[in-house]
């Protein structure tokens, strides 16, 4: 019962004294907002790479082209290796018999100007050559029209899949896109497909890319060496590294690389993205700790001060009610649980503002889910417990110690 008295009697002074409260709750709730608010981004962006990354599938890995640097005893020198040319790509999907999909990719331009009579695009659209088998091995969805046929690619007709940024910047939002006609660097094309939004959080923004056949892209880089891209995708799980052992043979095979030398391409296994990533969103989250710890210690230090200003206040009170039978132990809890009211009342408005805060951080980063991180929401809480105890228990033992003489005499 004594609890309940305490609760109540915190209520009533934090009352009496509503905006030094409203205040030192508003400390509280800024510290407890930018902890929930850092974390929500995070945990909005890692839902959104996980998204990505599942969308891909554990059973693939990439062959690109490689850049390394080997050392020697003056020092760092790097060494390039040749970009894995078409004819290669196309060999290798010839030769390679594992049970797979094989998608092949190479960027034609990240700087392009797309038209469509009237309208264009700012000079900054991704045009990549694709085969069929691009969009489904990344994950890619068509929401109007249809992927690419065999006869596109084996001709390279110029036909072109368009994603969702680059319908919204030449079309209304009634236009049927299909069967128009767009221009890139002065070559006609007709739009056949409209790729699902995907959000511009991958370093491959589909959302703002025109994909083409892949011999199409190949004739419009007139010449210039372009860098071809495949990703397999295994049918079996358990083959996954008979099938790399087999793409590393046969690349080495086609490329020529000698006996003993290193690989001359690169081969990445799906996971290994999904690691470095899981690395990168760990330093993030541990940045957003620290961040959110240094808020927090000041808003300690704030609300301990504000707490010791309210004993030296009401010492004339405290006298007052021990010289009623209070004892020093109802005292101490007395001022105890009106620091931890006043932390919990911030610590919640902190927790729906970070929510919202960091909801609203990762939608202007692309991500369009909600995020309601129940983890977080109870760690904020735990952690305005914490404060509201760390900060309250020296006032409060202040409290409990003052002589009941001296302090009636308190003016």
């Not at 309940?4 to 709730?29: C, D, H, M, P, Y």
């Not at 995070?42 to 891909?56: F, H, M, P, W």
């Not at 996954?240 to 006996?259: F, H, K, L, S, W």
């Amino acid at each position: 019962m004594n609890l309940i008295e305490n609760i109540k009697e915190g209520l009533r002074s934090i009352q009496a004294n509503l905006l030094r409260s409203v205040l030192t709750a508003l400390i509280v709730a800024i510290g407890i907002m930018s902890l929930v608010g850092i974390l929500t981004a995070i945990d909005g962006i890692e839902y959104s790479v996980n998204e990505s990354l599942a969308s891909l599938g554990v059973n693939t890995f990439d062959i690109h082209s490689k850049t390394n640097r080997n050392s020697n005893r003056q020092g760092l020198k790097e060494k390039t290796y040749p970009q894995i040319r078409m004819s290669e790509a196309f060999r290798f999907i010839d030769q390679y018999k594992v049970p797979s999909t094989i998608s092949l990719s190479a960027f034609v331009t990240e700087l392009a100007e797309v038209k469509h009579l009237s309208k264009k695009t700012n000079p900054n659209v991704q045009v990549q050559g694709v085969n069929a088998d691009f969009l489904p091995i990344k994950g890619l969805e068509i929401e109007q029209g249809r992927n690419f046929s065999k006869l596109e690619m084996e001709y390279g007709t110029q036909v072109a899949i368009i994603g969702h940024k680059v319908f919204t910047s030449l079309y209304g939002k009634r236009e049927e896109p299909i069967g128009t006609e767009i221009s890139i660097s002065g070559v006609q094309f007709r739009v056949i497909g409209l790729m699902k939004e995907k959000g511009e959080l991958s370093e491959n923004n589909y959302d703002n890319m025109v994909l083409m056949p892949i011999i199409k892209g190949n004739q419009m880089a007139k010449g210039r060496g372009l860098w071809y891209d495949m990703t397999i995708g295994i049918s079996d799980p358990s083959q996954m590294e008979y099938a790399m052992g087999e793409a590393t043979g046969i690349m080495r095979a086609i490329r020529r690389d000698q006996v003993g030398q290193p690989n001359s391409f690169d081969l990445e296994k799906s996971e290994t993205l999904a690691q470095e990533m899981e690395s990168i969103i760990g330093g993030l989250r541990m940045g957003g700790f620290g961040i959110s710890f240094i808020t927090l210690l000041g808003a300690c230090i704030a609300l301990m001060n504000i707490m010791l200003v309210s004993v030296t206040e009401r010492t004339r009170e405290v006298g007052v009610r021990k010289a009623l039978g209070a004892t020093p132990l109802r005292i101490r809890q007395q001022f105890l649980i009106e620091g931890i009211v006043v932390c919990l009342l911030g610590g919640i408005s902190g927790v729906i503002l970070g929510i919202l805060i960091g909801n609203l951080l990762a939608k202007l980063m692309g991500i369009n889910t909600f995020v309601m991180p129940w983890m977080t929401m109870l760690w904020g809480l735990g952690v305005c417990i914490f404060v509201g105890v760390i900060s309250g228990y020296y006032p409060a033992k202040r409290a409990s110690r003052l002589d009941p003489i001296e302090s009636l005499r308190f003016e």
